[in-house]
C-alpha cells in the first residue's frame, strides 16, 4: 500500500535569553494548567488529555455520564447516590520544571509574573516553584534582625518560626528565636476547596498572602502589653486610626473645661464625646468612684464592647444620663453598666477591678430590692444581661445563669423575645413611639446576640426564636429614609450584620445543644444539616456591604464580626471532623472532589489565625474587650491539636494566645482559670515543656494579685468557669471541659509534676 507521504516536523526552536518571559510563562501555564489548577482527579490511562472521568455508578453501568458535580444527570433521575473516584493528584510534569527553572535565572522575570499574571495563573506557578527540586542549602551566617514595621489585616499570613526553645529562666516572657522563614495561610494548589470558597466566597475566604518574619513586632506580640506604658496618655484603641475632625475639648455643666482623653477611640462619634464630656456619675451612684475614671470607663465600653453586642441605644442613654432623665437609663444599669466596664479599664489603672466588684455588688443589691412591677423595663432587661456578664467574668457561672434567665424572663414578658410566629405582636405598646420603638429593638437584638454567644461557649440553648422586632439596621434605615438619608452609621450596620448572622446561628443551638438532638442518629441527615447551615453562612457573608470587608484599618466590630462568623462554621462542622469514616463524608454543594467538612474547618481555622494575629497587631491595649477572647480559644484549640501543621508554626501561635490570655486576665478574673486550661491542654498533648508550664504559671500567679482584697486572699478563690474550653473533649463529656475542671486539673499536674 502506497502511504502518503507527510510533511517533515522541523526541530523546536531553543529558547533564548532575550526571549520575552511572559510568553514563555504563558505557554508553561497552558501546559500546566489541566495538571495544576484543578488537580482533582487522577485521569484513567484511556482517558482524553483534560476529560474528567465518570461517576462510579455510570461506570458499573457502562452508560454516558455528563459527569455533573456533585451529581450527575443520570444518578439524579433515578435518585441514586452519585459518586465519583478520588486518586492522588498528579504533579508536575519533569519538562515543565525544567522550563521554570529557566526563567527562573532571568533576574527580576519570577517577580513580575507573579504580580502580574491573572490570580489563578499566579497560583499554578507558585505552586510549580514549590515543586521545583531544591539543592542543598549552607548553613546562613547569622543576620541582624531588622527592625519591625507594622503589618495590616490585608497581608499577613500565618507564620511558621524556627523552634521556640525552652527559657532558661521565670522570665514574664517566652525567649524570642532568630526567624529565618515564615509560612504562609495560602493553602498549597492541591486544596480544591479552600480554592473554590476563595474564589467564590472572596468576603469570608479572603486570599491569605504570605508575610516576611521581619515585619512582625515578637517581643510586642509574645508577650502581654505592660499598662505602665500608657500612663496619663491619650485612649486611642488602633494603630490605624485616622482622626476624625473632633473638639479637642468640650464644655461640661460646670464650666470647666476636661481634656477628652477618649476623643482618639475610633468608635466614638462627636455626639458621643460631647455628652460624655457632660457626665456627672454622682447624680447615679453614692459609690466614690472618680469621674474621670467611670466616665472614661464607660467610654471604652461604647468603643469596645458596644459596637459588637450593643445592649441598649447608646444616644438615648447617654441623653438619658446627662440629663438625669429615667426613661432609658436607671441607677441600676449604670451601677451594672460600670460594674462590666470596669475591668476594661483594669489595665490603665489597676485600682478599677475593685471598682467594678464594688458596682456588682451594688447592683445586686438594687435588683434584689425590686418588686415585680418595677422590674419589668427596658433598661432593667439591659442591666441583667450586663449582671450576667460581669457575673462571669468574675467566675460566677451560677450567678450569671440565674441573672441571664431573669432577663429573658421580663424581656419575654414585654414582648421582646421568643414568641412564636403565632403569638401577639410586640410592638403593641410602642409601635406609636419612634425612640421607644428604637429602644426596643436594640434591647430586644441586643439580649438575643448575647444569649446567642453565651450558646456559643456554654453549649445551652436558651432561646428558640429571635425576636420578632425590626433589627435596629432597619428602623434606623426608615428613619433614615424618612428624614432623606440613606448611608447608616457603621455600629448599626454591624449590629444588623450580626443580628443575621445570630439569627441562622439559632437553630443550630437547638440541634446541637437542645434537648432535641436526635439530629444525630442518622449521620447524613447531621450532615445535610450541617451543609444547609453553611449555605446559609455562605449567603450571609456574600451579601455583607464593603464597609464589612476585612482590609486594612477595619474596626474592631468587623474583627469581631468575622471572628463570631468562622467559630460559628467551625462548631458546625467539629463533630464530622473526629468521626472515624471522616474522609468519606462529603459536602454536595461544591464541585471540587475534596468538599469534606474536615477541608471546610481548616479553611475557617486558617481565616481565625489570621484575624487572631492582626487583632495582636493593630489594636492596643486599649481594645481590650474579654469578646475576642472566642478567636484566641478556638485558635489555641485548634493549633494543639493540629498534627498536620509545622511545629514551629503551633509554637508560635500556642504562645500568641497563650500571651492573649495573659492579657486578658489584666482585665477579667476568670482568665486565671481559661489560662490554667489552656496549658493544662497544652501540658497532656506534649506541646510545652515542664519549664515553660512553671513560667506561665508564675506569670499567671502575679498578674492575679491585683484581684486581692486582703493578703490571705487567694487571687482565684471562688472562680468557676463553666465555659467549654477543651472544645474536642465538649463533644463527648462537656463537664470536664469546662474552664474550672480543667484548672483543678492544672493545679493538680502542677503539684505532682516537678518543676
Known amino acids: 500500500?502506497?502511504?502518503?507521504?507527510?510533511?517533515?516536523?522541523?526541530?523546536?526552536?531553543?529558547?533564548?535569553?532575550?526571549?520575552?518571559?511572559?510568553?514563555?510563562?504563558?505557554?508553561?501555564?497552558?501546559?500546566?494548567?489541566?495538571?495544576?489548577?484543578?488537580?482533582?482527579?487522577?485521569?484513567?490511562?484511556?482517558?482524553?488529555?483534560?476529560?474528567?472521568?465518570?461517576?462510579?455508578?455510570?461506570?458499573?453501568?457502562?452508560?454516558?455520564?455528563?459527569?455533573?458535580?456533585?451529581?450527575?444527570?443520570?444518578?439524579?433521575?433515578?435518585?441514586?447516590?452519585?459518586?465519583?473516584?478520588?486518586?492522588?493528584?498528579?504533579?508536575?510534569?519533569?519538562?515543565?520544571?525544567?522550563?521554570?527553572?529557566?526563567?527562573?535565572?532571568?533576574?527580576?522575570?519570577?517577580?513580575?509574573?507573579l504580580t502580574?499574571?491573572?490570580?489563578?495563573?499566579?497560583?499554578?506557578?507558585?505552586?510549580?516553584?514549590?515543586?521545583?527540586?531544591?539543592?542543598?542549602?549552607?548553613?546562613?551566617?547569622?543576620?541582624?534582625?531588622?527592625?519591625?514595621?507594622?503589618?495590616?489585616?490585608?497581608?499577613?499570613?500565618?507564620?511558621?518560626?524556627?523552634?521556640?526553645?525552652?527559657?532558661?529562666?521565670?522570665?514574664?516572657?517566652?525567649?524570642?528565636?532568630?526567624y529565618n522563614i515564615v509560612g504562609s495561610l495560602l493553602p498549597p494548589v492541591s486544596a480544591g476547596m479552600e480554592f473554590e470558597l476563595m474564589v467564590r466566597h472572596p468576603i469570608a475566604y479572603p486570599v491569605l498572602l504570605p508575610v516576611t518574619v521581619s515585619s512582625?513586632?515578637?517581643?510586642?506580640?509574645?508577650?502581654?502589653?505592660?499598662?505602665?506604658?500608657?500612663?496619663?496618655?491619650?485612649?486611642?484603641?488602633?494603630?490605624?486610626?485616622?482622626?476624625?475632625?473632633?473638639?479637642?475639648?468640650?464644655?461640661?455643666?460646670?464650666?470647666?473645661?476636661?481634656?477628652?482623653?477618649?476623643?482618639?477611640?475610633?468608635?466614638?462619634?462627636?455626639?458621643?464625646?460631647?455628652?460624655?464630656?457632660?457626665?456627672?456619675?454622682?447624680?447615679?451612684?453614692?459609690?466614690?468612684?472618680?469621674?474621670?475614671?467611670a466616665v472614661e470607663a464607660i467610654a471604652l465600653y461604647l468603643n469596645n464592647d458596644y459596637p459588637v453586642l450593643p445592649l441598649f441605644d447608646a444616644d438615648l442613654f447617654l441623653h438619658d444620663l446627662v440629663h438625669n432623665q429615667p426613661y432609658f437609663c436607671s441607677r441600676f444599669l449604670v451601677a451594672a453598666l460600670l460594674a462590666w466596664a470596669c475591668q476594661a479599664y483594669a489595665p490603665m489603672q489597676a485600682e478599677a477591678a475593685h471598682y467594678s466588684t464594688a458596682f456588682f455588688a451594688d447592683a445586686r443589691a438594687q435588683w434584689s430590692q425590686y418588686g415585680h412591677r418595677e422590674s419589668i423595663t427596658l433598661s432593667n432587661v439591659s442591666a441583667l444581661q450586663l449582671l450576667c456578664m460581669t457575673a462571669i467574668t468574675h467566675g460566677k457561672d451560677d450567678l450569671a445563669f440565674q441573672y441571664l434567665r431573669k432577663g429573658l424572663q421580663v424581656a419575654k414578658s414585654m414582648g421582646l423575645v421568643n414568641l412564636a410566629s403565632g403569638a401577639e405582636p410586640a410592638d403593641a405598646w410602642f409601635s406609636s413611639h419612634a425612640d421607644w420603638t428604637r429602644a426596643a429593638s436594640y434591647v430586644a437584638w441586643g439580649t438575643f446576640n448575647w444569649v446567642s454567644v453565651f450558646s456559643l461557649h456554654y453549649h445551652k440553648s436558651e432561646l428558640d426564636f429571635p425576636p420578632r422586632l425590626f433589627m435596629p439596621g432597619d428602623v434606623e434605615a426608615v428613619i433614615a429614609a424618612e428624614e432623606g438619608g440613606q448611608v447608616l452609621p457603621p455600629t448599626s450596620e454591624v449590629f444588623n450584620a450580626t443580628c443575621k448572622l445570630w439569627t441562622i446561628f439559632t437553630a443550630v443551638t437547638k440541634a446541637y445543644y437542645g434537648q432535641h438532638d436526635h439530629i444525630w442518629l442518622d449521620q447524613r441527615n447531621a450532615l445535610d444539616f450541617a451543609e444547609d447551615i453553611y449555605r446559609q453562612l455562605l449567603a450571609w457573608a456574600d451579601g455583607l456591604p464593603l464597609s464589612l470587608v476585612r482590609c486594612e484599618g477595619s474596626s474592631h466590630a468587623v474583627f469581631m464580626l468575622h471572628t463570631y462568623y468562622h467559630a460559628i462554621i467551625t462548631d458546625v462542622f467539629r463533630p464530622f471532623v473526629n468521626m472515624m469514616n471522616h474522609s468519606r463524608l462529603m459536602l454536595r454543594t461544591f464541585g471540587t472532589d475534596r468538599a469534606?467538612?474536615?477541608?471546610?474547618?481548616?479553611?475557617?481555622?486558617?481565616?481565625?489565625?489570621?484575624?487572631?494575629?492582626?487583632?495582636?497587631?493593630?489594636?492596643?491595649?486599649?481594645?481590650?474587650?474579654?469578646?475576642?477572647?472566642?478567636?484566641?480559644?478556638?485558635?489555641?484549640?485548634?493549633?494543639?491539636?493540629?498534627?498536620?501543621?509545622?511545629?514551629?508554626?503551633?509554637?508560635?501561635?500556642?504562645?500568641?494566645c497563650l500571651a492573649g490570655l495573659k492579657e486578658l486576665f489584666m482585665s477579667y478574673r476568670v482568665f486565671g482559670s481559661i489560662t490554667k486550661g489552656i496549658l493544662g491542654i497544652a501540658i497532656r498533648e506534649k506541646v510545652l515543656s515542664h519549664q515553660e508550664f512553671y513560667r506561665y504559671l508564675g506569670r499567671l500567679k502575679t498578674i492575679g494579685e491585683r484581684y486581692k482584697v486582703k493578703d490571705d486572699d487567694n487571687e482565684m478563690s471562688g472562680v468557676m468557669a463553666k465555659w467549654m474550653i477543651d472544645l474536642n473533649l465538649a463533644l463527648t463529656d462537656p463537664e470536664h471541659a469546662q474552664g474550672g475542671k480543667l484548672a483543678e486539673q492544672t493545679d493538680r499536674m502542677s503539684e505532682e509534676c516537678p518543676s
Open 216 to 293: 512582625l513586632p515578637l517581643t510586642e506580640l509574645l508577650a502581654p502589653r505592660r499598662s505602665e506604658t500608657f500612663g496619663n496618655s491619650l485612649l486611642e484603641d488602633t494603630k490605624y486610626f485616622r482622626h476624625k475632625e473632633l473638639p479637642a475639648t468640650s464644655t461640661s455643666k460646670g464650666g470647666t473645661t476636661p481634656t477628652s482623653s477618649y476623643a482618639g477611640l475610633s468608635h466614638l462619634t462627636e455626639s458621643h464625646i460631647h455628652l460624655l464630656d457632660q457626665i456627672n456619675i454622682s447624680s447615679w451612684t453614692t459609690l466614690p468612684i472618680p469621674n474621670q475614671v
Open 116 to 178: 502580574t499574571l491573572p490570580y489563578h495563573d499566579a497560583l499554578v506557578l507558585l505552586n510549580m516553584l514549590r515543586e521545583m527540586p531544591r539543592d542543598p542549602q549552607p548553613e546562613p551566617e547569622p543576620q541582624p534582625q531588622p527592625q519591625p514595621r507594622a503589618a495590616t489585616s490585608s497581608s499577613l499570613s500565618s507564620p511558621s518560626p524556627s523552634p521556640l526553645s525552652s527559657p532558661p529562666s521565670l522570665s514574664p516572657t517566652p525567649s524570642l528565636p532568630q
Open 596 to 656: 469534606t467538612p474536615k477541608a471546610v474547618y481548616h479553611a475557617s481555622i486558617r481565616q481565625m489565625k489570621r484575624l487572631l494575629l492582626s487583632y495582636r497587631l493593630e489594636f492596643s491595649l486599649e481594645a481590650s474587650s474579654v469578646l475576642w477572647q472566642t478567636c484566641v480559644i478556638y485558635v489555641a484549640n485548634a493549633t494543639i491539636r493540629d498534627v498536620e501543621t509545622n511545629r514551629d508554626e503551633m509554637l508560635f501561635f500556642l504562645h500568641l
Open 1 to 113: 500500500m502506497h502511504m502518503q507521504q507527510l510533511r517533515p516536523l522541523k526541530p523546536a526552536k531553543p529558547l533564548s535569553s532575550d526571549d520575552d518571559a511572559s510568553t514563555k510563562t504563558s505557554t508553561l501555564l497552558s501546559l500546566s494548567s489541566s495538571a495544576l489548577i484543578s488537580r482533582a482527579r487522577r485521569r484513567a490511562p484511556q482517558a482524553q488529555a483534560g476529560q474528567v472521568p465518570a461517576c462510579e455508578i455510570c461506570r458499573k453501568r457502562k452508560i454516558k455520564c455528563d459527569r455533573g458535580r456533585p451529581e450527575c444527570f443520570n444518578c439524579t433521575e433515578r435518585g441514586e447516590q452519585c459518586q465519583y473516584r478520588y486518586g492522588p493528584e498528579p504533579a508536575a510534569s519533569p519538562s515543565q520544571l525544567e522550563r521554570l527553572a529557566r526563567i527562573l535565572k532571568e533576574p527580576g522575570a519570577l517577580s513580575n509574573q
